[in-house]
C-alpha cells in the first residue's frame, strides 16, 4: 500500500465544459459560450479564495483540473485558475499538478502557459487509436490529432503524461485494442501511465439508450475481459504496472491524487457540482449553473457524514481498488481496532474463494477478485 | 305485503356488456322507500345505521318503483358475481330471483358468458327477458344482436327494450318491462318458514348478516331460527332489506320477500351459501334444493416476501376468511420460502382477487407458488388422497393410479381465430366435442379441457391467439384418470420445492424445459456454474446452466463518484438480501413468479 500521509490534503478543481459531450459520458459537462465561461472562472476562483482562506487546514499535496474538458478554456483561464491555487493554499514543493485536455482543444500555446503556471502532469482522453472506433464515442478528435498533441507536449516539457484508454468498446475486437495499447506504449517516454477503462454503459447517455434498443454492439462478457487481462499483460510488457483496477503506471508515477481518494485523504473541491471530502463528511457543490454562479462560496450540502464504520467501510472498499490492497497495520493505526476484528469473517470467506490474497501486511484482490471486485465490496458496505 | 307488487330479478351479461352501470341507473331512476314507509318514519333507524357506521356494499338492493299503472312496485336487485368460479354463488342468487334481465351489448352480440349466464337462469326457470345495451355506439347492430339471441338463446327478443346505460336511454322501459315481464313470487306467509341463504357478510356489530329470499312463512325478530345444513340454532336479533348502501330493519320478512336477518351468529361457516334457513321449534319438511358444500378447486403457496411478515399474513388472511367463507387456508413449510400458507380458491380469479386484497388491502409482498389443481390419488392400499400440494405427492410405488379434474369449456371465437385456438386447445389436451356456427362467422367450440392446463397461463395465450376476441367460460365436469407425474426442479443439484408441480407425463418435457430456461433468465450469475434441471422421478428431461459470474466491477470510482457508487453497491447487496438462499444459490422471489407465467409464444 502507497503511504498516506492523512495530514496532507488534495484539492479537486472541476470545469463542466467542453466542446461536445460524447456519447458515453455521464459526468456533468457541456458546450457554453464564452461568456459562461468567464462568468464561471470568475465565481470558481471566488470560491478558491474561500476554501483557501476558510476551510483548507493543511498544505496540499496535489491539484486535480478535471472535467469536463478544461482544456476547452483559454490557457489564461487556467493560470487564473492556477494563480488562485498558489495564492491562497499551500502546496507542497513536489505536489502533482494535473490538468485533464482532449487531444482536439490542445494548442503549443496553452501548453507552455499550463507549464508556466506550475502544471506538471497532463492527463490526455485518447479512448482509441482507431478513427472508427473514436467516432462510435462521438469523440472529436482524431488520433492525429492525439499524436500532434503528444509532440506539442513534449516540446513544452512535460514529461508525466496519462492517457486515457477504452476497452469494451461497440465493435472493438481484442486485436484492434490491443494495436491501441501498443501504438501508445511505443508513441513517446513522457506517457508515464496509462488508464484504461472497461465501458461502462451509464443509464442517462446516448449509449445507454443504444444499449436499451439493442443497437450497441457490445464485445460479450468473455471477449471483455480477455480485454482486461491483455492490457494488464500487453502495459507490463512496456513497463507499466498495474496498481489499480483500471490505473497503470511506469514506477513512481501513480497518480497521487487519485490514489488519495482511495486512502483517505482529505479533499477539497471547487466548482459545479463538485465534491469533497473532509473532516470525515462529503459535500456536493450544487448542479445547477445559475445557482452557482450567483452564489459560488454558499455552503456545499453535506452528502454524508462517516462514522467510524463507514470510515472502516470505505478503508475497505476504496483501499481493495488498488492492488497493494489494504494495509492490515494501516487498518489497526486508524482505527484502533483489528481488520480481523472487524471484518475477520468476510476476508476469511474471500480467502477461502479465492477472491482475496492475504501476503505479508496487505489483504488485496486476487486476480479473480479483480474481475468481481463488486462482489467482494458488497461485503464490506 | 302485497306479493303482486314485488318483483325478484338480477342482470345476467357477459362481462364488460354493462350489466353494473345498467344497476346504478335502475337504482337511480327508483326511490328508496314507499310512500307509506316513509310517514313510518324509517328514516330514523336508518339514522342510527348511519352513525355506528354500517355501510353495505351488498349483494342485493332493495328500491322503489312507482310504475305507469300508478302502483308503487318493489324490486329486488340482486346481484350475481359474474364469473365462472362462482358459479355456485351463482345459482343460489338466481335462485332468489323469479326473473332476469339479459343485458347484451349492441355491438358485440352474444357471448361465451352471455350463454353461460342465460342458461343458469333458465334453469333456475327465471322468465328472462333481453335488453340490448350501448346502442348509441357507432357500431350498434340491435336488429343483428335481436336475431341472435332469437337464434341462439331461443328467447323473445324484437321487443326488447334499446338502451344506453351509460347515457340514460331507455331505462323507462326497462323498469317496465321488470314489472310486466317478470312474474311476482310465490309462497304462502303462514306455512313454516323456509329462506334460502344466497349471501352472507360478516360485520364486526352485527355479527354475521345473513342476506335471505323468504320462499315460505314468515321471520321476525325474537324467531327462534336453525340453518338446516348446518345445524346452528339463533335468535333473530334484527331483520330488514337493503337500502341502496344502507340496511333498513323492519318488523318481519314474509313469503317473497328479500332480505337479511341477524342473530348473533359468530362465523360466516354457520350461515353457507345455498342452506335454508327455518324456525327451529317448527321446520319444514325438507330444505330448499340445490345446497352444495362450496370445496376450493385451486391450490397455491402463499408466502410472505419479508418472513417476518408471517404474522401480519396469516392475521390478514383470517381478516378476509371472515367474509370470505370460500377461502380455505392452512401453515405450510417450505424448505425455500419458509413459512407460509397452503391456500384453496374458487378458481383463478378468486385467487387473484384474494392475492390483490393481502397487497393492496394489507400493505403484503407475497410470494406465491404455482396454483394446484386437486388431483386423486388412488394408493395401492385402496385409500383415495386429495392432493393439493405436489410436494405431498406419495411415492410413485405406492401409487395405483391418478385422477385430474376435467371441466367443460366453451369459446366463443370469430371464424379467423378457430384455427389457433383449437391448435391451443390442443395443446392443452383439449378433447373436441363440437363447433357450432352460432351466426355468420362467429362459432362456439366447446372443448373439454383438464383444469390444470388452464389455470396457468390460459386466458393469456387465448387472448394472445385471438387478438383479445375470444370468450370463455367453463364449469368443471369431474375427474378423469390421467398419467401424471410430478416434476421437480433442482437448481446446483438442490430440489426447489416450491418449483415442483403436477403435470400430465406428456406435457412434462415441454413444461420442464420452458421452466428451466425462464429460471436461468432469473437467477442471478454466481461464483460458480449453477446447473438448473428439471427432472421426472429422479430422471433429468431438461437442463440450463447458469454460467458463473467473471465480471462485476466497478471501472471507474473518483472523488465525485464515490457517494454514487456505494449506493449502487448498497443497492445491490439490499437486492440480495431478498433473496431466498437454497444451498448456495441465491434466488430472487421473481423466480417463483415467473415460472407462473410460461409464455406460449416464446
Known sequence: MMTTDLTKSELYIHIPFCVKKCLYCDFLSFPADEKTKERYIEALCDELMYIGCERAENPLRSVF??????????????????????????????????????????????????????INRLSLGLQSSHEKELKTLGRIHTYEDFVSCIRMAENADFDNINVDLMSGLPGQTASSFEETLRKVCTLSDCIKHISAYSLIVEEETPFGQMYEDGQLNLPDEDEDREMYHMTTRILSEYGFERYEISNYARPGFECRHNIGYWTGVDYYAAGLDAASFYGHCRYSNTPDMEEYLKDPISAPSLIEKLDQSGLMSEYMILGLRLTSGVSVSGFEKRFKTGIFDVYGKEIDRFIQDGLLDHAGDNIKLSEKGLDLANFVMRAFI | MDKSLIRNFCIVAHIDHGKSTLADRIIEKTGLLTAREMQEQVLDNMELERERGITIKSQAVRTVYKANDGKEYIFNLID??????????????????????????????????????????????????????????????????????????????????????????????????????????????NAPLSALIFDSIYDSYKGVIVFVRVMDGTVKKGTRIKMMATGACEEVVEVGYFGAGRFIPCDELTAGMVGYITASIKTLSETEVGDTVTEADNPCAAPLPGYKKVQPVVYCGVYPADSAKYEDLKEALEKLQLNDASLFFEPETSLALGFGFRCGFLGLLHLDIIQERLEREYDLDLVTTAPSVVYKVHKTDGTVIDLTNPSNLPDPSEIEFMEEPIVNAEIMVTKDFVGSIMELCQQRRGRYVSMEYIEAGRALLKYELPLNEIIYD?????????????????????????????????????????????????????????????LKDEIPRHLFEIPIQACVGGRVIARETVRAMRKDVLAKCYGGDITRKKKLLEKQKEGKKRMRQVGSVEIPQSAFMSVLKLDDDN
Do not use: W
Open chain 1, 65 to 118: 483540473i478535471g472535467g469536463g474538458t478544461p482544456s476547452v478554456l483559454s490557457a489564461e483561464h487556467i493560470v487564473r485558475v492556477m494563480d488562485t491555487v498558489k495564492e491562497r493554499f499551500t502546496l507542497e514543493e513536489d505536489a502533482e499538478i494535473t490538468i485533464e485536455c482532449n487531444p482536439g482543444t490542445l494548442e503549443e500555446e496553452k501548453l507552455k502557459a499550463y507549464k508556466e503556471c506550475g
Open chain 2, 458 to 518: 390460459f386466458f393469456d395465450a387465448l387472448k394472445s391467439r385471438s387478438r383479445g376476441y375470444a370468450s370463455f367460460d367453463y364449469d368443471l365436469k369431474g375427474y378423469e384418470k390421467s398419467s401424471l407425474v410430478k416434476l421437480d426442479i433442482l437448481i446446483n443439484k438442490e430440489q426447489v420445492d416450491a418449483l415442483s408441480f403436477i403435470v400430465h407425463s406428456e406435457s412434462a418435457y415441454e413444461r420442464g424445459r420452458r421452466m428451466c430456461e425462464k
Open chain 2, 80 to 189: 350475481t358475481p359474474g364469473h365462472v368460479d362462482f358459479n355456485y354463488e351463482v345459482s343460489r342468487s338466481l335462485a332468489a330471483c323469479d326473473g332476469a334481465i339479459l343485458v347484451v351489448d349492441a355491438a358485440q352480440g352474444v357471448e361465451a358468458q352471455t350463454l353461460a349466464n342465460v342458461y343458469l337462469a333458465l334453469d333456475h326457470n327465471l322468465d328472462v327477458f333481453p335488453v340490448i345495451n350501448k346502442i348509441d355506439l357507432p357500431s350498434a347492430e340491435p336488429q343483428r344482436v335481436k336475431d341472435e339471441i332469437e337464434d341462439v338463446i331461443g328467447i323473445e327478443a324484437q321487443d326488447a327494450p334499446l338502451i344506453s346505460a351509460k347515457n340514460g336511454i331507455g331505462i323507462e322501459d326497462v323498469l317496465e318491462a321488470v314489472v310486466n315481464k317478470i312474474p311476482a313470487p310465490k309462497g304462502d306467509d
